[in-house]
Every structure is written in C-alpha cells, then in structure tokens.
C-alpha cells in the first residue's frame, strides 16, 4: 500500500483548498489533513515563533510521520522553516508550501514585492526569498508590504473582501517592482483578481506550485518503492556491462526531468563545468577531491567500478546536458575511517560495507534531489551485498542541513573528530540490512 501525501495547516479553511486543487491537478491522489490552529495563533500574538511553539510543529510532524506518511506539506509560511528542518523522520520527505513559489519569483525579477496580511509571515518568507537568491546567485530587492485590516476580513469569512483589500494594499507598490509574492496559501484568491486592481505584473502564490512539487516526490517516492522491490544481487562486472542497469529517468518537484546515471569515461568537460560552477561553501563541504577540471579529467580516465561507482544527476539531452548532482558510492572504507570507527570499537569491513560521498549542484539543494539520490544509492549498494554505509570523512559538525538529512535516512552520530585541526565532524553510520 502507497504511503500518503499528508498537508499539515494552521488553518481549517486551507483544508478545502487544497482539497479542490488536489481533486482539479491529481485526482488520482488521496491525502490527509493535520490542522493545528494554535500554533499560528501564538506565533501571530507573539510576533514570532518561540521554542515551545517549534517543540509543537515538532510534535505535529512526528504523528504524521508514525501514521505512515509519505511527504507532509507544511502549507503555513510562519512555521515552514521550522518545520522543513524537523530532524525526525525518516521515510518521509518535508516540503514547505512556499519555496517553489520563492524560487519562481527570483526566476522572474530582481525588485520583489513581499505581500502579508500577518506580520508572522514577513521574516520567514522574506528568509526564505533570500536563500532561494543566494543559491541563484542573484541580487535581489524586498518590498515588505503588510495588508493591514486584511486579516480581519478573513477571519470574517468574507473571503471577497479580504482579496479585494489585498489587493488595492499592492497596486501602488506594484507599479515598481516586477513580481508580487503572495506570503500566506489564504492570499492565493488574489491572483485572479489583482489584474481588476490595475496589477500588471506576476502574482505568484504558493499553494499550486507547492502542491506540484509535493505530488512530483510522492511519485518518485512511489516510483523508487517500487523499483525497490527489484533486490536482484548485482555485481560491479555487471554494472560496467550494462549501466542502465543502476540508470534512472526521474522526474524533479517542479516537473524538470532528469536522468540518474553512473559516470562514464566521456563526462570529463561536463563533469569539470560542474566542479567550477560550485560556489565556495559547498566545496568546503566537500572532502574526498578538489573540484577543478584536472580532477574531472583523471576520474573519467580512470573509471573502475570494481572498487568505486561514481553517479551523476543531469538535466538536458546532448549539447544541452549538464550535471546537477555527483556522488561517489565507494564499495569499500578507507583506512582513515577504518582507523577512526576502530577507536570506537566499531570494525569497518570492506567486504560488507561501503562509503558514501554526495555533492548537488547549489541552484538545485533545497529540491528533492538529494532525497531522490539517497534512495537510489541505498537501493544499489544493497544489491551490491553492502549492509551498512559511512559518510566520507564525516560530515563537518556546522552542517546541520546536512546532519539533518542523514539523520531522516537513518545514519546514526557514532563520533566526533577534527579535520583540520580545529574543525570538529561527525562520524555517521547506517544500516543497510
């Protein structure tokens, strides 16, 4: 039985929303609701979200997890961040309503209205606005524009007016910017009416963009449950034989489609714009080699897969393919691991374990690719007789994006060291069988 799509809400009025564009985009779907009102409640009285209101989200994402779900869709922009960095799942995948729309809106224009008619929303939205820039590299400009008297009307139940006030709160500002985002999933009615209003420019929303981005990791997720029940032993002759064997077509949250693939002898200039094209943080990140053109060079020339299968992730076809994603499964330890597990009276075994070494594109972190990639990589080493997995050289203690990640797969903190001297990581291990 497929696991659920699951909407965690602040409000029950989002509940028929999202039911309706559920039923227009994938009717096929069925999916559950979660609303806790409180939450916002408290957030919107206080300003701002405090650690027992994030100890709730917290609570509320566990018992969607241990009913099975599947992905969970935090459709409240005041509580997203906190609960796309919840730690304790594990199988299930967290999204945040509003990041596709934050992304499509740095897609489209520099000077970026920011439209809320609860004050709890601005600095996360407006967080959240900023990331998607950084990882787009892109100089951006904020509008903040706080519909005041708005709110009130949508607690009324007078859904006309709360969109009519909205909107005249944005049709000055609007003739300065060139997008409007829309904070809360509630704001999502203005966009049919905002041109009425002398709006010329996009209004984006977040509620048909976030449900697409949902609905394209439960398919893959579905997709990856079902292509896991192949456990047919596979050897690394066979994979050099036939690597379509351990090669997958996938399907990226925002419908981009992309192709999973091991490495081979002809990605060299591919490979190398991908090293150089990384910003300096996630090369920091990154410990197993340099990212430069002489390394993407040695490692085509050198592709073995008896001892080392390196994947990539790319978008486009021929002249127009690129590399969004590359990660080294090592079927094996290297001895500086081997030495550190040894210490803590954990013995690695190169016949039964393997390492891991996984790197994403900036632009694409943040959007399910990492998630798609795990669940491949788990199902290859597992067909290749593997029954536990470490990370390479750890993962530095300042990660927490990462930790967090880790964490949801299964890989347990077993220990701490420093590389270089003065930088702590933490050594993290899984289980396979």
């Keep these: 039985m497929s696991k659920p799509l699951v909407f965690l809400h602040t409000s029950p009025a989002h509940v028929a929303t999202f039911d309706a564009l559920l039923a227009e985009v994938a009717p096929d779907v069925t999916a559950r609701h979660l609303v806790d009102e409180d939450v916002l409640r408290q957030a919107r009285d206080g300003g701002r979200l405090t650690a027992e209101m994030q100890q709730q989200v917290s609570r509320d994402i566990h018992e969607l997890t241990d009913g099975g779900a599947a992905v969970i869709l935090c459709t409240c922009s005041t509580i997203g961040g906190c609960a796309e960095s919840y730690t304790g799942t594990q199988g299930s995948t967290i999204l945040r309503v509003d990041r596709p729309m934050a992304r499509r809106a740095v897609e489209l224009g520099r000077r970026i209205i920011l439209a809320a008619t609860l004050a709890s929303t601005l600095q996360p939205t407006a967080e959240l606005i900023r990331d998607e820039a950084a990882r787009a590299g892109k100089e951006i400009e904020l509008i903040e524009v706080l519909?005041?008297?708005?709110?009130?009307?949508?607690?009324?139940?007078?859904?006309?007016?709360?969109?009519?006030?909205?909107?005249?709160?944005?049709?000055?500002?609007?003739?300065?910017?060139?997008?409007?985002?829309?904070?809360?999933?509630?704001?999502?009615?203005?966009?049919?009416?905002?041109?009425?209003?002398?709006?010329?420019?996009?209004?984006?929303?977040?509620?048909?963009?976030?449900?697409?981005?949902?609905?394209?990791?439960?398919?893959?997720?579905?997709?990856?449950?079902?292509?896991?029940?192949?456990?047919?032993?596979?050897?690394?002759?066979?994979?050099?034989?036939?690597?379509?064997?351990?090669?997958?077509?996938?399907?990226?949250?925002?419908?981009?489609?992309?192709?999973?693939?091991?490495?081979?002898?002809?990605?060299a200039g591919m490979l190398g714009r991908y090293f150089l094209s990384l910003s300096d943080d996630t090369k920091r990140r990154y410990g197993p080699h340099p990212?430069?053109?002489?390394?993407?060079?040695?490692?085509?020339?050198?592709?073995?897969?008896?001892?080392?299968?390196?994947?990539?992730?790319?978008?486009?076809?021929?002249?127009?393919?690129?590399?969004?994603?590359?990660?080294?499964?090592?079927?094996?330890v290297w001895d500086a691991d081997r030495e550190r597990y040894a210490t803590l009276n954990m013995p690695l075994s190169a016949a039964t374990d393997c390492t891991l070494a996984p790197s994403v594109a900036d632009a694409y972190q943040s959007r399910g690719v990492g998630n798609i990639i795990m669940q491949q990589v788990i199902a290859t080493a597992r067909r290749l007789g593997k029954?536990?997995?470490?990370?390479?050289?750890?993962?530095?203690?300042?990660?927490?994006?990462?930790?967090?990640?880790?964490?949801?797969?299964?890989?347990?903190?077993?220990g701490d060291f420093e590389s270089p001297p003065g930088r702590n990581n933490h050594d993290m291990i899984m289980a396979l069988a």
């Design 147 to 267: 519909c005041n008297g708005a709110w009130a009307k949508f607690e009324q139940g007078d859904r006309e007016g709360y969109f009519a006030a909205i909107a005249e709160a944005l049709r000055e500002p609007a003739q300065q910017a060139d997008v409007i985002v829309l904070a809360q999933a509630s704001m999502a009615g203005v966009e049919p009416v905002a041109a009425d209003a002398g709006i010329r420019i996009p209004v984006l929303s977040s509620p048909r963009l976030g449900l697409e981005a949902a609905l394209a990791v439960l398919r893959q997720s579905q997709h990856s449950q079902e292509k896991s029940m192949d456990q047919s032993p596979i050897t690394p002759a066979d994979i050099e034989a036939d690597p379509s064997i351990i090669s997958e077509a996938v399907e990226l949250p925002g419908g981009e489609q992309a192709l999973l693939r091991p490495l081979t002898r002809n990605d």
């Design 291 to 332: 990212f430069d053109q002489a390394t993407a060079d040695q490692l085509c020339a050198e592709t073995n897969y008896a001892d080392t299968v390196r994947m990539l992730m790319t978008t486009g076809s021929g002249s127009d393919e690129q590399v969004i994603a590359y990660f080294i499964l090592v079927l094996g």
């Design 387 to 414: 029954t536990r997995m470490v990370l390479w050289g750890g993962v530095q203690a300042t990660n927490a994006r990462a930790k967090n990640f880790y964490t949801k797969y299964g890989f347990q903190h077993v």
